[in-house]
């Protein structure tokens, strides 16, 4: 059963989304918390890094949007299959997180190349925090590895997801990659990949986090079809409503 060892809202402060919104995150710290009982969570819009359990409270935006892969109709549109095609040489190994320097050193390449693209901050990580963050024991704590057996040094790391694992749900949590593997389109494979391993472990939901639609780099989500969107921010003794929808500014399958 959860023990709950802290409980927070933020007060307003930059949103990272969208510069022009203030942003304030609902946060629990938490131990013991049971499959079932994360589940929970998760139908209602919470997502999972290490003991922390985190929701939007933002007051005046409603961007973010929990959204969800329906695992027996999901259908990969024409780049989506071309990526799972391009990645189906790499070996793809699922089992429980690890810390180590292989991990360590792809997580701070990946990072690296998008400090210097996208101007992210600087996020220096060493075997503490990545603990903490991807590898901190859970029932539910999966992670999906990406391998290059073929590589001159190889076998190599080339990506690695870090996932949650419910009876009846899994999440996608986060996704890094060899920067030199960017033109595989490592990430949206990664997707699919999970979407089919869910679908053979009798998974009916593989859940991909919040949707923002004026956001680049989350505005992506949407184009996993079909898919379904959280209404609200249900409480705990409500009911979840998630609603069938699409983005019309996708390309068809």
């Not at 929701?55 to 989506?80: D, E, G």
């Not at 029932?139 to 080339?158: I, K, M, S």
């Not at 979407?195 to 998974?203: D, P, Q, S, T, W």
């Amino acid at each position: 059963m959860a023990i709950i060892l802290g409980h927070s809202i933020e007060p307003p402060g930059e949103c990272s989304y969208l510069p022009e919104q203030s942003s304030s995150m609902e946060q629990f710290v938490m131990k013991d918390v049971t499959p079932e009982e994360y589940e929970r969570m998760l139908v209602r819009g919470w997502r999972r890094f290490g003991p922390m359990y985190f929701r939007p409270a933002c007051q005046a935006c409603f961007q973010c949007v929990s959204l969800r892969i329906p695992t027996a109709t999901f259908q990969p549109n024409r780049s989506q299959r071309r990526a799972r095609a391009a990645c189906a040489h790499l070996r793809v190994e699922v089992g429980p997180p690890r810390v180590d320097e292989e991990r360590l050193a792809l997580y701070r390449a990946w990072h690296a190349e998008r400090e210097q693209t996208r101007e992210w901050n600087a996020s220096p990580i060493g075997p503490r925090e990545y603990f903490l963050q991807f590898a901190f024991p859970h029932p539910c704590a999966r992670e999906v590895a990406w391998y290059d057996d073929t590589a001159e040094d190889g076998p190599r790391l080339v990506g690695l997801g870090i996932c949650d694992e419910t009876p009846r749900a899994w999440s996608a949590v986060y996704f890094f990659y060899d920067p030199s593997y960017a033109r595989s389109s490592l990430g949206s494979a990664n997707v699919v990949f999970q979407v089919e391993l869910a679908r053979a472990r009798g998974i009916p939901h593989v859940y991909l986090g919040y949707r923002v639609q004026e956001c680049a780099s989350l505005r992506y989500k949407g184009t996993f079809r079909p898919h379904e969107l959280l209404e609200g921010r249900p409480a705990p003794d409500e009911p979840p409503h998630w609603t069938p929808a699409g983005d019309p500014g996708d390309p068809p399958p």
